[in-house]
């Protein structure tokens, strides 16, 4: 069993519907948890950033964290076809060199 | 421009030959990493490297990979006698003191193995 678990998609939305984005984990120890949004041919851009458990708000994203189920997740609302895109997301615990582990991501079609 | 550079964007390189892949990270930032990214495998972290030191290589392979972040310059990812598998995305991130965990990528070096 991978680390990390997300399903690849892809993912097909008409403009304006509410996105659901989520990933799994095994790991307790991971503290932190964050949202990457990767264009083709393009670097990971962070989108979110939460530590610990609860939620967070940015715009149209929330992200949530549910570290009693290790499950986290990403909600668009008012998806666009700008969001079309491969979201990843990472996870890491203190002491562990900075070093993430990452989900395979899913890819992300908002259709006008 | 204040963002990861990364130089090469594309480079195709012949069997057996040597790739070297440059970052300059963002202004400030202390730490680097390299990532490599395949269609199927997903981002997989390789090295983490602070101003001449070595922290992290658990990911790099064993053999003919080595990374270094000198005193002054760039980072440099060198892959000596590349073969086809080491062909995919290479990505570097850069992080500092004021960032924390969070960590911010260039755009990415495409390398093909012929």
């Known amino acids: 069993q991978k680390e990390v678990e997300q399903d690849p998609g892809p993912l097909s939305v008409p403009e304006g519907a509410i996105v659901s984005l989520n990933c799994t984990y095994s790991n307790s120890a991971f503290q932190y948890f964050m949202w990457y949004r990767q264009y083709s041919r393009k670097g990971p851009e962070l989108l979110m950033y939460t530590y610990s458990s609860g939620n967070k708000e940015d715009g149209r994203f929330t992200a949530q964290v549910d570290k009693s189920s290790k499950y986290i997740s990403l909600f668009i609302r008012d998806s666009q076809p700008s969001d079309s895109a491969t979201y990843l997301c990472?996870?890491?615990?203190?002491?562990?060199?900075?070093?993430?582990?990452w989900g395979l991501g899913t890819s992300l079609a908002v259709n006008p | 421009n204040a963002g990861v550079m990364q130089n090469p964007r594309h480079l195709v390189r012949r069997r057996g030959q040597e790739a070297r892949l440059r970052c300059s990270p963002m202004k400030g930032h202390s730490h680097v990493y390299w990532y490599r990214q395949l269609p199927e495998e997903g981002l997989k972290f390789m090295v983490y490297l602070q101003k001449e030191n070595i922290i992290d290589e658990s990911g790099m392979p064993k053999e003919r990979f080595s990374a270094e972040f000198p005193k002054e310059g760039p980072s440099i990812l060198r892959i000596q006698q590349v073969v086809r598998g080491d062909s995919a995305a290479y990505f570097c991130?850069?992080?500092?003191?004021?960032?924390?965990?969070?960590?911010?990528f260039g755009e990415g070096s495409w390398l093909t193995v012929v």
């Open positions: 991130a850069s992080s500092g003191e004021a960032t924390g965990n969070t960590i911010y």
């Open positions: 990472a996870m890491g615990n203190a002491g562990n060199n900075r070093k993430l582990i």
